[in-house]
C-alpha cells in the first residue's frame, strides 16, 4: 500500500518562484558524461537539455533558472550492468557574468537491473538526486556532479548508488 507523502511547507515557493520569473531562452544542449559509482563501477551519461522558459534575477545575488534533463545512464562493473532512463528538473544558480555555476536537482529514474556490484536497489524506480557546480563559456559546459540514485526507503533493502562524474555539455542554440 502506498502512503501519501506530506510536501513541506514552502517546497513550491522556488518553482512558482521560477515560473513567476523573467522570460528567457530556452536553450538545449547535449550532455556527455563519465566517471565512477559505488563499488569503483563505471558509469556514462548521455542527456539531452532544455532550458526552462523562465528565470529569476536576483539583482547583485546572480540569476536563478534551471533545465529539464531526459537521460540514458550505463552503470558497469564486471559482466554486471545497469541501463537507466530518468528524468530530472535542474535548478542553476550564477552570479552576475561568472562563468561558474552551482546546480542541483531531483527527478525520477527507471532501472533495467535492480542489483550491481553487490548493491541492492531493491525496485526498477528510483529517485535521482544530483549537486554539482560547473563553468560555462559560450556554447562549453563543463562540470563535476555528485549523483545519487535510491528509492527512499520504499523497498528495502535501499542500498542505492553514488556516483561522480565529469560533464561536458555543448549548447545547440
Known amino acids: 500500500m502506498l502512503q501519501r507523502l506530506k510536501r513541506p511547507a514552502g517546497s513550491g515557493i522556488a518553482l512558482l518562484l521560477l515560473v513567476l520569473g523573467m522570460p528567457a531562452k530556452a536553450e538545449q544542449a547535449l550532455e556527455l558524461a563519465v566517471g565512477k559509482g559505488s563499488e569503483n563501477s563505471d558509469a556514462l551519461r548521455l542527456a539531452w537539455q532544455r532550458g526552462w522558459d523562465r528565470e529569476i534575477s536576483l539583482g547583485q545575488g546572480g540569476r536563478l533558472s534551471g533545465f529539464h534533463a531526459l537521460s540514458i ?10 541501463t537507466a532512463v530518468a ?49 560555462q563559456r559560450g556554447r562549453h559546459d563543463l562540470g563535476l556532479v555528485y549523483m545519487h540514485y535510491s528509492n527512499a526507503g520504499f523497498s528495502k533493502p535501499n542500498h542505492g548508488i553514488d556516483l561522480v562524474l565529469f560533464s ?3 549548447s545547440l542554440d
Open 73 to 82: 545512464n550505463r552503470w558497469r562493473k564486471g559482466s554486471e550492468s545497469i
Open 87 to 135: 528524468y530530472s528538473p535542474v535548478f542553476t544558480w550564477q552570479r552576475g557574468g561568472s562563468p561558474w555555476y552551482l546546480q542541483g536537482g531531483i527527478g525520477v529514474a527507471y532501472l533495467d537491473e535492480t542489483r550491481i556490484a553487490g548493491r541492492i536497489l531493491s525496485s526498477h524506480w528510483q529517485f535521482e538526486d544530483q549537486l554539482g557546480f560547473g563553468w
Open 168 to 170: 561536458y555539455a555543448l
